[in-house]
């Protein structure tokens, strides 16, 4: 299983942006997927999940309201919906997998990809 985020990019204060990550796997079924932030000089900070089928979905604090994730089984692909950004909404952005389904929110996981940089002017 291989994850792949993209959609980052350099956005003005208030604006949006909407992240993409693309699940490739040969077997198996869909699970959570949480999507994570790392500002600079910052440790990685979780941000949200979805549970497998979208039926669940769980924000921090600081994003509630402003950003909105999503998810298209068919198109093996989870959504990150950003809007209203603030310059602290910068960072790379890592999507990554559930590595232990039954528990929400989800608390560990696995199959990281490659993260996309946001960069937000003021």
């Known amino acids: 299983v291989q994850l792949q985020a993209s959609g980052g990019g350099l956005v003005q204060t208030g604006g949006s942006l909407r992240l993409s990550c693309v699940v490739f796997?040969?077997?198996?079924?869909?699970?959570?997927v949480g999507w994570f932030r790392q500002g600079p000089g910052k440790e990685r900070e979780f941000m949200s999940a979805?549970?497998?089928?979208?039926?669940?979905?769980y924000y921090i604090d600081s994003v509630k309201g402003r950003f909105t994730t999503s998810r298209d089984n068919a198109k093996n692909t989870v959504y990150l919906e950003m809007n209203n950004l603030q310059p602290d909404d910068a960072g790379v952005y890592y999507c990554?997998?559930?590595?232990?389904?039954?528990?929400?929110?989800?608390?560990?996981?696995?199959?990281w990809g490659d993260g996309t940089l946001v960069t937000v002017s003021s």
């Open positions: 979805i549970s497998w089928n979208g039926g669940r979905v």
């Open positions: 990554a997998e559930d590595a232990r389904p039954g528990g929400w929110p989800p608390r560990e996981f696995n199959n």
């Open positions: 796997r040969s077997v198996g079924s869909p699970k959570a």
